[in-house]
């Protein structure tokens, strides 16, 4: 029998586990053969829901759960892990951007991130999806410098995936015949989704598109979408968040497809002349555990000012935690 798995789950109460969960649980992040032990953290006032999701849970009797353990101690839940998805914090109300979070939402990963230096394992893989998950990121990793700080990321393939599906519909292809769809920069309204390399069967997506479509209707609608859902939900997107962290997760596992990358926030080498250590979006390509940013794309004038800007707005967010980090 192969070993399980141990996965920390912040915010495990809240809406996106509410989804995210049973995905983990029916073998959706690391495959149908592969059990997993979910350790799953919340604040003590969530504890009384938190023990419901347990019941549901147990009461789908997922063949690959292992266990499931519910905790307030971020120890417990951080003891013996091979990832740990960073998914509580407050969301955004309308009329709000994501950074208006960071007061609130820093000293989550400021102080869980000294616990996970204390006590996990530095291989974990780290992804945060608390708003603003990169800057979140960047706090984290300042916090706990034991783990390996090329494995503390970011979730950017929820905007990936719109890009995706918002290109599809534009072309009236599926989304399985585009590949390599890019996002650059911050999970923001300043993001980067870039069509510049992407292809449609085979054939590059930018000859099937007016230029006007791609930089003035393709970008602001990716870049926007999360505020749209919440106009329309009155709360966050939850369930395609959730399943974008088991995408995220899943390519970094088990590897993307040939031909193929993904896009996922990382801390920054200086790739494309990004400031080193910033969590930045990039392509990258996932093998045997462990990913690699693209190298070599050119990059045009138009999508270079906007990932200029993106940083610039990273590093500003990065100047506002500096007590933090
Ligand atoms: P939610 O309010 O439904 O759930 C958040 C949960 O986190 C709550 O149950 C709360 O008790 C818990 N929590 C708060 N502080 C905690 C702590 N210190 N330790 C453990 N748990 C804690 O919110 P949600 O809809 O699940 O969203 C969670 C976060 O994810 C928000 O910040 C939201 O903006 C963000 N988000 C990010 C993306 C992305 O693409 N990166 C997408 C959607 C939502
Ligand atoms: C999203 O992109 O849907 C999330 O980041 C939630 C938000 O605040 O937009």
Redesign the pocket.
């Given at each position: 029998m192969t070993d399980p798995v141990r996965i920390a789950i912040?915010?495990?109460?809240?809406?996106?586990?509410y989804s995210m969960l049973f995905r983990i649980a029916s073998g959706g992040m690391y495959g149908p053969n592969q059990p997993v032990v979910l350790q799953l953290?919340?604040?003590p006032?969530?504890m009384g829901?938190l023990e419901a999701v347990k019941m549901e849970l147990d009461d789908c009797a997922f063949p690959l759960l292992a266990d499931t353990i519910c905790t307030s101690d971020?120890k417990t839940a951080f003891t013996d892990i091979d990832a740990a998805l960073f998914?509580?914090?407050?969301?955004?109300g309308p009329g709000m951007e994501?950074s208006d979070?960071l007061k609130d939402?820093g000293n989550?990963f400021s102080?869980?991130g000294k616990v996970l230096n204390e006590v996990a394992n530095p291989e974990a893989k780290i992804c945060v999806?608390?708003?603003p998950?990169n800057t979140n990121a960047y706090i984290l990793k300042a916090n706990a410098p034991n783990i390996n700080p090329r494995n503390v990321t970011?979730?950017?393939r929820?905007?990936h995936n719109r890009a995706i599906s918002q290109l599809a519909a534009k072309v009236d292809c599926k989304v399985t015949d585009i590949n390599k769809m890019l996002i650059w920069g911050n999970?923001s309204t300043t993001q980067v989704p870039d069509i510049s390399y992407c292809t449609v069967s085979g054939k590059a997506a930018s000859g099937m598109v007016d230029q006007s479509w791609a930089q003035e209707e393709f970008i602001p609608t990716v870049a926007k979408r999360?505020g749209a859902v919440i106009a329309a939900r009155g709360?966050?997107?939850?369930a395609s968040?959730g399943s974008?962290v088991v995408d995220h997760m899943a390519s970094w596992v088990n590897g993307t497809a040939d031909g193929d990358w993904t896009s996922m926030s990382v801390p920054s080498d200086g790739s494309y002349g990004i400031t080193e250590g910033l969590i930045y979006s990039y392509p990258v390509i996932c093998k045997g555990g462990d990913y690699e940013i693209v190298q070599g794309l050119e990059i045009n004038d138009f999508i270079a000012g906007k990932m200029k800007e993106s940083e610039n707005e990273l590093l500003e967010e990065a100047e506002a935690v500096k007590d933090m980090t």
């Amino acid at each position: 029998m192969t070993d399980p798995v141990r996965i920390a789950i912040t915010g495990a109460a809240g809406q996106i586990c509410y989804s995210m969960l049973f995905r983990i649980a029916s073998g959706g992040m690391y495959g149908p053969n592969q059990p997993v032990v979910l350790q799953l953290l919340e604040i003590p006032q969530a504890m009384g829901v938190l023990e419901a999701v347990k019941m549901e849970l147990d009461d789908c009797a997922f063949p690959l759960l292992a266990d499931t353990i519910c905790t307030s101690d971020p120890k417990t839940a951080f003891t013996d892990i091979d990832a740990a998805l960073f998914v509580g914090a407050k969301p955004r109300g309308p009329g709000m951007e994501r950074s208006d979070l960071l007061k609130d939402n820093g000293n989550i990963f400021s102080s869980l991130g000294k616990v996970l230096n204390e006590v996990a394992n530095p291989e974990a893989k780290i992804c945060v999806v608390g708003n603003p998950a990169n800057t979140n990121a960047y706090i984290l990793k300042a916090n706990a410098p034991n783990i390996n700080p090329r494995n503390v990321t970011a979730l950017t393939r929820l905007d990936h995936n719109r890009a995706i599906s918002q290109l599809a519909a534009k072309v009236d292809c599926k989304v399985t015949d585009i590949n390599k769809m890019l996002i650059w920069g911050n999970h923001s309204t300043t993001q980067v989704p870039d069509i510049s390399y992407c292809t449609v069967s085979g054939k590059a997506a930018s000859g099937m598109v007016d230029q006007s479509w791609a930089q003035e209707e393709f970008i602001p609608t990716v870049a926007k979408r999360g505020g749209a859902v919440i106009a329309a939900r009155g709360s966050s997107s939850a369930a395609s968040a959730g399943s974008a962290v088991v995408d995220h997760m899943a390519s970094w596992v088990n590897g993307t497809a040939d031909g193929d990358w993904t896009s996922m926030s990382v801390p920054s080498d200086g790739s494309y002349g990004i400031t080193e250590g910033l969590i930045y979006s990039y392509p990258v390509i996932c093998k045997g555990g462990d990913y690699e940013i693209v190298q070599g794309l050119e990059i045009n004038d138009f999508i270079a000012g906007k990932m200029k800007e993106s940083e610039n707005e990273l590093l500003e967010e990065a100047e506002a935690v500096k007590d933090m980090t």
